[in-house]
């Protein structure tokens, strides 16, 4: 199936969610700079227009976030480099390198997914997914509530929406 672009609307007819509930689309996004999941939940099937509606408004505003979300991550990276680098002893250089800047962290984070929140339709949340050098059992995950990074960590923290 195509990919979702920024003009098409979201129509879930052509999808069946998951053993779990969740609809999984093809999505080139622009803040992740490849083709990744957007993951919207549902509740037996249905899902409830206001997760439709953050979606949207993720995918409109993503050129947007797409500084302040990397600069958070190396932000994250940066502040537990010197234990990851300690952690990974002969290995650091390749696990946890030194770095300097974003473009440099590009090269150590794969973007896998986009998750659209369930729980809350005041809060607009999303996670974001990547795969890391330096985490690789955990991956990585970014927090954005209402359209600023609240937080990053392991990936699990992207599901907490």
């Known amino acids: 199936m195509a990919a979702l672009n920024v003009t098409m609307n979201i129509d879930l007819s052509t999808y069946k969610p998951d053993e779990f509930g969740t609809f999984k689309l093809p999505y080139q996004s622009v803040l992740l700079e490849r083709e990744v999941e957007l993951n919207i939940p549902s509740e037996d099937g249905v899902v409830e227009e206001w997760q439709l509606e953050v979606a949207r408004k993720y995918i409109r ?3 947007l976030l797409k500084e302040q979300v990397f600069q958070r991550i190396f932000e994250h990276y940066q502040k537990e480099l010197p234990d990851l680098r300690a952690q990974f002893g002969d290995s650091a250089d390749k696990m946890a390198p030194n ?4 473009e440099q962290l590009k090269s150590l984070i794969i973007p896998t997914g986009i998750c659209i929140g369930e729980l809350e339709s005041s809060e607009e949340a999303v996670g974001l997914l990547f795969e890391c050098s330096w985490e ?3 991956g990585l995950g970014v927090l954005l509530n209402n359209w ?3 937080g ?10």
């Open 152 to 161: 990053v960590g392991h990936q699990d923290l992207a599901f907490t929406i």
């Open 148 to 150: 600023r990074v609240e």
């Open 99 to 102: 770095i300097d800047g974003i």
């Open 136 to 138: 690789p059992e955990h």
């Open 61 to 63: 505003s993503e050129a």
